[in-house]
C-alpha cells in the first residue's frame, strides 16, 4: 500500500532527528510510542507519532526547528506525573521528552541561587544543594520524581504552597527555546522590573509559549527547626473547621494537610504505618522557622484542634516519624490503586473558610451520581484533590466520573474560588475555563499565545478552550470527548 503524503511527511522526519541524534533517542515503534500516551491523567490517551529524548539545549533547538519544517506538532513531556494531560500529545506529533537533561550547573551558595537543566527532579535539586544548608522549596507529592521543567510548565505547588508559595515564587530565571527555534532567557540571577514580565507569562503556560531548557532557581535556607504534628478527627468537616481556625487565630504554618477515612485505610492498608483508621480524618501541621516561634505557634494549633473535637494529637519525635508522616500523605494516591483501578483527580480552589461547606457538598456529588470520591486536601490554602475512582472499562462509570468533576470544578468557581491550584488546565479543565475567563479575557490569551505560537505547533490542544464542539479537541480521539457527545 502506498504510504500517505502526512506517513512520508514523518518519515522524512524522522530520518533527519535520528541522523542528528542517532536512533537510541528517536523511538517510533509502536511499543515504545505507548509509553508515552498519557501523564498521570490517565482518562485522556494519545499516542505520539514520535519520541524524542535530548540532551542540550541545542538538541532542542534541532527539533523544534525540524519540526517546524514539516509543520508537525510538538509536546514537551518531563516525568510525565502532571494530572491535566498537559503531556498528552492530543494532536499526535513529536513528544519532547527532557528527562536526559539533567545538570546540576551550579549551585551559587552566597546568592542562594542554583542554575539547573529542566531534567533535574525537585529533591535532586535540594540534595546537592543541602551541604549549604539550603533547597529547593516547591514540593509536589510527585517531588522525588518530577522534573524542574514540569513544575515550571504547570506552576506546581505541594503541602508547602501554603507558607512558601508555588513554583513562579522560586524561580528568577529561564533558558527557552521558542518555536522558531531562537533560544533566548527570561529573567535572570536578580529580580528586577524592566521591560515585560516574560518569565511570568512562561511559568503555568504548560509549554504552549516555549520550551525550557534550563532554569535559574531561587534557593531557600533550612529551617532551624520543624515540628510535625498529626491529629485524627471524627469527621472532615471537623478538621476542616480547625484548619480555619489555625489560621484565623494568625498562625500560618508551612504546611496543612487533610486525608479522610477513605483514603487514611487505603494508606494504613499498603503501608501498615499503625494509622487510625476509625478516625474520619486525619489532619497534617508542620511548623517551621525559630524554635522560639515554633513553640508559640504549636499552643495556639493544639488549641485550635482541641476546640474542633480532636481524637487524638501525636508530634513527631525525630526525623523519621516525621518522614512516617509525610509518607502517609504522599503516599495517598498511589494506595488509591487497592480500591479502584483508575483514579480522577480534580484540583480545585475554594476560600479557605468554606471548606467544610466544600466538603459536605462534594459528599452530595458523589452520591448523586454514585461515584465514590476519595478526598485529599492542602486544606490550608484550599486546595482540594477529590480523586473519582472509577475503571476506565466501564464507559456508563466514566461519564458519571466526568459529570461529577464538571460539577464538583463548578461548585469551586461557585463558592469563590477557581478550577486549578497547581495541577494546569491541560486538556482536563479546557472545556470550563470559560466558567472563569469572559469571551474577552480568552481571546487576550490566545492573542499572547499567538504571538510566541504562531504556527500553533507547540503543544496544541492545551488550556484555552479553541474547539468549538464535540470531537474538535485534536487529531488523536479522546474517551472524554468521545462519551461526551
Same mark, same amino acid.
Given at each position: 500500500?502506498? !504510504?500517505?503524503?502526512?506517513?512520508?511527511?514523518?518519515?522524512?522526519?524522522?530520518?533527519?532527528?535520528?541522523?542528528?541524534?542517532?536512533?537510541?533517542?528517536?523511538?517510533?515503534?509502536?511499543?515504545?510510542?505507548?509509553?508515552?500516551?498519557?501523564?498521570?491523567?490517565?482518562?485522556?490517551?494519545?499516542?505520539?507519532?514520535?519520541?524524542?529524548?535530548?540532551?542540550?539545549?541545542?538538541?532542542?533547538?534541532?527539533?523544534?526547528?525540524?519540526?517546524?519544517?514539516?509543520?508537525?506538532?510538538?509536546?514537551?513531556?518531563?516525568?510525565?506525573?502532571?494530572?491535566?494531560?498537559?503531556?498528552?500529545?492530543?494532536?499526535?506529533?513529536?513528544?519532547?521528552?527532557?528527562?536526559?537533561?539533567?545538570?546540576?550547573?551550579?549551585?551559587?551558595?552566597?546568592?542562594?541561587?542554583?542554575?539547573?537543566?529542566?531534567?533535574?527532579?525537585?529533591?535532586?535539586?535540594?540534595?546537592?544543594?543541602?551541604?549549604?544548608?539550603?533547597?529547593?522549596?516547591?514540593?509536589? =507529592?510527585?517531588?522525588?520524581?518530577?522534573?524542574?521543567?514540569?513544575?515550571?510548565?504547570?506552576?506546581?505547588?505541594?503541602?508547602?504552597?501554603?507558607?512558601?508559595?508555588?513554583?513562579?515564587?522560586?524561580?528568577?530565571?529561564?533558558?527557552?527555546?521558542?518555536?522558531?527555534?531562537?533560544?533566548?532567557?527570561?529573567?535572570?540571577? !536578580?529580580?528586577?522590573?524592566?521591560?515585560?514580565?516574560?518569565?511570568?507569562?512562561?511559568?503555568?503556560?504548560?509549554?504552549?509559549?516555549? %520550551?525550557?531548557?534550563?532554569?535559574?532557581?531561587?534557593?531557600?535556607?533550612?529551617?532551624?527547626? %520543624?515540628?510535625?504534628?498529626?491529629?485524627?478527627?471524627?469527621?472532615?468537616?471537623?478538621?476542616?473547621?480547625?484548619?480555619?481556625?489555625?489560621?484565623?487565630?494568625?498562625?500560618?504554618?508551612?504546611?496543612?494537610?487533610?486525608?479522610?477515612?477513605?483514603?487514611?485505610? !487505603?494508606?494504613?492498608?499498603?503501608?501498615?504505618?499503625?494509622?487510625?483508621?476509625?478516625?474520619?480524618?486525619?489532619?497534617?501541621?508542620?511548623?517551621?522557622?525559630?524554635?522560639?516561634?515554633?513553640?508559640?505557634?504549636?499552643?495556639?494549633?493544639?488549641?485550635?484542634?482541641?476546640?474542633?473535637?480532636?481524637?487524638?494529637?501525636?508530634?513527631?519525635?525525630?526525623?523519621?516519624?516525621?518522614?512516617?508522616?509525610?509518607?502517609?500523605?504522599? =503516599?495517598?494516591?498511589?494506595?488509591?490503586?487497592?480500591?479502584?483501578?483508575?483514579?480522577?483527580?480534580?484540583?480545585?480552589?475554594?476560600?479557605?473558610?468554606?471548606?467544610?461547606?466544600? %466538603?459536605?457538598?462534594?459528599?452530595?456529588?458523589?452520591?448523586?451520581?454514585?461515584?465514590?470520591?476519595?478526598?485529599?486536601?492542602?486544606?490550608?490554602?484550599?486546595?482540594?484533590?477529590?480523586?473519582?475512582?472509577?475503571?476506565?472499562?466501564?464507559?456508563?462509570?466514566?461519564?458519571?466520573?466526568?459529570?461529577?468533576?464538571?460539577?464538583?470544578?463548578?461548585?469551586?468557581?461557585?463558592?469563590?474560588?477557581?478550577?486549578?491550584?497547581?495541577?494546569?488546565?491541560?486538556?482536563?479543565?479546557?472545556?470550563?475555563?470559560?466558567?472563569?475567563? =469572559?469571551?474577552?479575557?480568552?481571546?487576550?490569551?490566545?492573542?499572547?499565545?499567538?504571538?510566541?505560537?504562531?504556527?500553533?505547533?507547540?503543544?496544541?490542544?492545551?488550556?484555552?478552550?479553541?474547539?468549538?464542539?464535540?470531537?474538535?479537541?485534536?487529531?488523536?480521539?479522546?474517551?472524554?470527548?468521545?462519551? =461526551?457527545?
Amino acid at each position: 500500500m502506498k !504510504a500517505s503524503a502526512a506517513e512520508d511527511k514523518l518519515s522524512q522526519l524522522e530520518a533527519e532527528l535520528v541522523n542528528v541524534l542517532g536512533r537510541k533517542y528517536v523511538l517510533s515503534s509502536p511499543v515504545d510510542l505507548s509509553v508515552y500516551e498519557c501523564d498521570g491523567e490517565t482518562l485522556d490517551v494519545a499516542r505520539p507519532d514520535l519520541v524524542v529524548l535530548p540532551e542540550s539545549t541545542e538538541d532542542v533547538v534541532t527539533i523544534v526547528r525540524l519540526a517546524g519544517k514539516y509543520g508537525v506538532a510538538i509536546t514537551p513531556r518531563g516525568a510525565a506525573t502532571g494530572l491535566s494531560g498537559g503531556a498528552t500529545t492530543v494532536m499526535g506529533g513529536i513528544s519532547v521528552v527532557l528527562t536526559r537533561m539533567t545538570r546540576v550547573i551550579e549551585i551559587d551558595a552566597d546568592n542562594m541561587v542554583a542554575v539547573v537543566e529542566v531534567g533535574c527532579t525537585n529533591v535532586s535539586v535540594s540534595k546537592a544543594a543541602e551541604k549549604f544548608g539550603l533547597y529547593f522549596a516547591p514540593d509536589p =507529592s510527585s517531588q522525588a520524581a518530577s522534573t524542574v521543567g514540569g513544575n515550571l510548565a504547570e506552576n506546581a505547588g505541594g503541602p508547602h504552597t501554603l507558607k512558601y508559595g508555588t513554583t513562579t515564587n522560586h524561580v528568577l530565571g529561564a533558558k527557552v527555546v521558542l518555536p522558531s527555534g531562537d533560544v533566548t532567557v527570561f529573567g535572570g540571577r !536578580a529580580r528586577d522590573s524592566l521591560g515585560l514580565d516574560l518569565l511570568g507569562v512562561l511559568v503555568g503556560s504548560e509549554g504552549t509559549l516555549g %520550551i525550557a531548557t534550563e532554569a535559574i532557581l531561587k534557593l531557600t535556607a533550612c529551617p532551624e527547626a %520543624i515540628e510535625t504534628m498529626m491529629a485524627y478527627f471524627p469527621s472532615v468537616e471537623a478538621g476542616g473547621q480547625a484548619v480555619s481556625d489555625i489560621v484565623a487565630a494568625g498562625v500560618v504554618p508551612a504546611a496543612m494537610e487533610m486525608i479522610d477515612q477513605l483514603t487514611l485505610r !487505603a494508606v494504613e492498608d499498603a503501608l501498615k504505618l499503625g494509622l487510625d483508621t476509625n478516625a474520619g480524618a486525619l489532619l497534617i501541621v508542620e511548623l517551621d522557622g525559630p524554635k522560639a516561634g515554633i513553640a508559640v505557634h504549636a499552643k495556639v494549633v493544639v488549641e485550635s484542634v482541641q476546640k474542633n473535637g480532636v481524637l487524638a494529637v501525636k508530634w513527631a519525635a525525630s526525623a523519621a516519624e516525621r518522614a512516617s508522616i509525610w509518607k502517609a500523605r504522599k =503516599s495517598s494516591f498511589g494506595s488509591l490503586g487497592r480500591i479502584s483501578p483508575h483514579g480522577y483527580v480534580l484540583d480545585g480552589v475554594i476560600p479557605r473558610s468554606r471548606l467544610s461547606e466544600a %466538603i459536605r457538598r462534594i459528599a452530595e456529588i458523589g452520591r448523586k451520581y454514585d461515584v465514590l470520591i476519595a478526598n485529599v486536601y492542602h486544606a490550608g490554602d484550599g486546595n482540594l484533590h477529590p480523586c473519582l475512582l472509577y475503571n476506565r472499562e466501564h464507559h456508563e462509570q466514566v461519564k458519571r466520573v466526568m459529570q461529577a468533576g464538571k460539577e464538583i470544578l463548578e461548585l469551586c468557581v461557585e463558592l469563590g474560588g477557581t478550577l486549578s491550584g497547581e495541577h494546569g488546565i491541560g486538556v482536563e479543565k479546557i472545556l470550563e475555563m470559560p466558567s472563569v475567563f =469572559s469571551p474577552a479575557d480568552l481571546r487576550a490569551m490566545e492573542w499572547v499565545r499567538e504571538a510566541f505560537n504562531p504556527q500553533g505547533l507547540l503543544n496544541p490542544g492545551k488550556i484555552l478552550p479553541t474547539p468549538k464542539s464535540c470531537g474538535e479537541s485534536g487529531a488523536r480521539p479522546l474517551l472524554r470527548h468521545m462519551l =461526551s457527545c
